[in-house]
């Protein structure tokens, strides 16, 4: 099966679905030290971001989340990519920022409604397709 | 999206500096992923992206910096992670500290004022009634907004600066007249005449705002005229830590709400919502962490306290000295007025510590064992345990005044009776 997200910027990745099943804050909500879910009460509290293709479907709050983003590049803890529920440009400014820096860098798509589940294999391809499997 | 070809040729590299391509890269990259078909000029920028939240961003504005990224417009900045004027204050590692001293450095290098505050709009930092400009720190946002009318969204780390550099910013959200009238009703009138002109009702008032409003652009009527600007700034700091609050309208008190039909522009509210005393009595409990008992610490000044609280904190005092710290957080546009009369030594000599330039809650600052810290702000109150461990105790400036003194909570009960 394959679907179609809306590009925000472009890239391959492949992976394992982290999905957040509670809307969060990178900042105040991700340690940029160990990529783990630190805020208390979150269903993915104590999980680590590094690696995986991240799900969002609903983000909160802080503006700071862009310099969360960026310092998970330069930690090298990002995830692989960014699946975001809706158009936002907090997270995605970090990405760029950290292209400017010449940083390997990961695509972000908008999909809302998700069906991916956490710990499913999917594929982004650079036109936004996303295949499972 | 359509760009005039004076923002095509800064992006294409044409013209200006690298700096210059780089920060246009990043405003028109966040106009094209928010869906703004063009960029609005605007007057001034308050920077928030000078706190220190890892190496990198030290790393990035330093890059901007040395490639001749010089702010267009007046900038201001927000707190950093240091007291400059007393670096040894923050228990932050060295490394970190060198950092943190950099990012500020890169700042200025950048051509920003050093303020250093999360209030610019007492220091001096006041655009007018409809002008476009590009805010970052929540409660400055939420006040050039409500308060002067001003038009910014929420802008933060990297954009911020980078709408400063191009003197531009996406055209969307709060930039645009169609999304500034609320829509959501808050009903503030059964409420007794007495609690409603409280310092302390602000506070909590905003508390509540921000989680019932979230995002939404809300209208409050019935509130009483005359507010004061500490007043309105502890409303609006409260409503934009509790929510994504960024605007709210007081009829009769902000500019963009002459009259309930004005602040809706004409349209049937989406809901109202009749505030209750009981709603009130709830969102002041939420503020408390711990059972009044012993205190550890009190903080002040989030956001930043001003002259005219230093001195109602000095008054409230009335010469008594703490068994407490009380950490005073305040930007030097505020410690230039209170050095002028010794108002600084009165309140060390009670036993205040002025922090400068910074705040508790930003940066290590308060005991490095976790206790109860006690505050009049609802802003210290909702970061102080994610931030620093330290269980809140919220209270009045008399409150908090009377509890240092005493070491620890006193009440007075007649506030809310």
Redesign the interface.
């Known amino acids: 099966m394959s679907w179609q997200s809306e590009v925000l910027i472009e890239g391959e990745a492949e992976g394992e679905v982290l999905r957040f099943d509670a809307p969060i804050s990178f900042w105040g909500g991700v340690s940029p030290v160990t990529s783990q879910v630190t805020l208390a009460g979150h269903p993915q509290h104590g999980t680590a971001i590094a690696g995986k293709m991240l799900v969002i479907p609903q983000m909160i709050g802080s503006s700071s989340s862009s310099a969360v983003m960026l310092e998970l590049f330069f930690t090298g803890l990002a995830p692989k990519a960014l699946i975001l529920g809706g158009r936002d440009a907090i997270l995605p400014v970090g990405v760029i920022v950290a292209r400017q820096m010449g940083w390997p860098t990961i695509p972000v798509v908008v999909f809302p409604e998700v069906p991916f589940q956490t710990a499913e294999k999917i594929f982004i391809a650079r036109n936004g397709q996303i295949e499972k499997g | 999206m359509i760009l005039t070809e004076h923002e095509k040729s800064i992006l294409v590299g044409a013209s200006g500096t690298g700096g210059d391509q780089?920060a246009m890269?990043?405003v028109a990259?966040?106009a094209r992923?928010?869906?703004a078909d063009r960029l609005v000029k605007i007057h001034s920028s308050h920077i928030?992206?000078c706190?220190y939240?890892?190496?990198?961003?030290a790393?990035?504005c330093e890059?901007l910096a040395a490639q001749g990224a010089r702010v267009k417009v007046p900038a201001t900045t927000n707190v950093g992670a240091l007291n400059l004027l007393k670096p040894d204050q923050c228990r932050l590692p060295a490394t970190q500290r060198k950092m943190a001293s950099r990012l500020m450095i890169a700042h200025g290098k950048m051509g920003c004022a050093p303020s250093w505050t999360c209030a610019p709009y007492q220091a001096g930092a006041r655009p007018a009634l409809g002008q476009q400009v590009a805010w970052?720190e929540?409660n400055a946002v939420a006040f050039a907004n409500t308060v002067l009318g001003a038009r910014t969204n929420?802008?933060?780390?990297?954009?911020d600066i980078a709408c400063a550099i191009s003197a531009r910013a996406?055209l969307y959200g709060l930039h645009k007249s169609e999304n500034r009238h609320a829509r959501l009703v808050l009903d503030v009138c059964e409420l007794a005449p007495r609690l409603v002109r409280q310092d302390v009702f602000y506070p909590v008032l905003g508390a509540l705002i921000g989680r019932i409003a979230g995002e939404t652009v809300c209208v409050i009527d019935g509130m009483p005229q005359g507010a004061t600007d500490d007043q309105l700034k502890a409303l609006c700091a409260a409503a934009a830590s509790t929510g994504?609050v960024a605007l709210i309208h007081i009829v009769g008190v902000t500019p963009e709400a002459p009259d309930l039909d004005t602040a809706l522009g004409g349209r049937a509210p989406e809901s109202t919502v009749r505030i209750t005393r009981d709603m009130v009595i709830s969102a002041r409990d939420t503020l408390s962490l711990t059972a009044d008992g012993q205190i550890d610490s009190v903080a002040l000044g989030s956001p930043h306290f001003s002259d005219a609280e230093c001195r109602e904190l000095l008054r409230l005092a009335n010469g008594v000295k703490f068994k407490v710290p009380v950490y005073i957080c305040l930007g030097r546009h505020t410690l230039a007025e209170i050095e002028d009369d010794g108002a600084d030594k009165a309140l060390e000599d009670l036993g205040g510590v002025l922090v400068v330039d910074t705040c508790v809650v930003v940066t290590p600052i308060l005991p490095s064992k976790p206790g109860v810290m006690m505050t009049n702000s609802a802003k210290f109150a909702h970061?102080a345990t994610?931030?620093t461990g330290h269980l809140p105790v919220f209270g009045t400036l008399s409150e908090c005044v009377a509890s240092a003194q005493a070491g620890r909570v006193v009440r007075d009960q007649t506030v809310w009776s």
């Open positions: 780089m890269e990043v990259e966040a992923m928010l869906g928030d992206g706190l939240h890892g190496d990198s961003g790393l990035y890059k970052g929540s929420r802008y933060g780390d990297f954009l996406p994504a970061y994610g931030n």
